[in-house]
């Protein structure tokens, strides 16, 4: 690995980097992390960052992940609510593991996705990288989902999107951005570990 390049890549990532990217990627960290740790901490700093984001991606005609970021907005304020209403008897929602049925609707939902993204950015929009665009999107957007519902399985597609999103951001030169991602990817797999933990604990 050429490390001298990943230097240059970061300390020209720093010197392009704006206060309204550099608040978005300290949320998006903080979120992550309190995300790894099961901890409600992870719904008003990632909050704060998709909103962000949102504006970032505007700007960069990211449009497909302008949209996840929306959804993002959304669906943490319904993981928030979910996280502090158990069922009944139940002082916290467990962490637990997808049954098969549960992988194939998530299944369904990337796919179903992925294609109707494609099609809207390539038709409908100047995106100039539409498909990249919408598969770090289906399958944030199936991520979410899954974290919302404490589902062990959510790990795996945040390492998915994070992975793709390394190269899809530093590309569009939003640098700073694409070390975040790359750290995020670290973030998730001990987020992966960590809730297998717990998974087992709670079974």
Known sequence: MDFQFLIEGFTEGLRQMTWLEAFAVFFGIAS?????????????????STLIYVWICFQYKLYADMGINAYYFSMSIFGWYVWTHPKEGKTE???????????????????LSYFVLSYVLVNFTDSDV???DSFTTASAFVGMWLMAKKKVENWIFWIITDFVAVPLYFYKG????????????????????????SAKEHG
Do not use: E
Request: hydrophobic share 60%; glycine share 6%.
């Open 32 to 48: 992550v992390y309190y995300s790894m740790k099961v901890n409600i901490l992870v719904y008003p700093t990632g909050i704060i």
């Open 93 to 111: 929602l467990p962490v637990t593991w997808m049954k098969a049925s549960g992988w194939a609707v998530a299944s369904g939902i990337f796919l």
């Open 130 to 132: 539409p498909y990249w």
């Open 174 to 197: 939003l640098i700073l951005t694409s070390f975040q991602y790359l750290f995020f990817t670290v973030l998730a797999i001990m987020g992966l570990i960590a809730w297998i933990k």
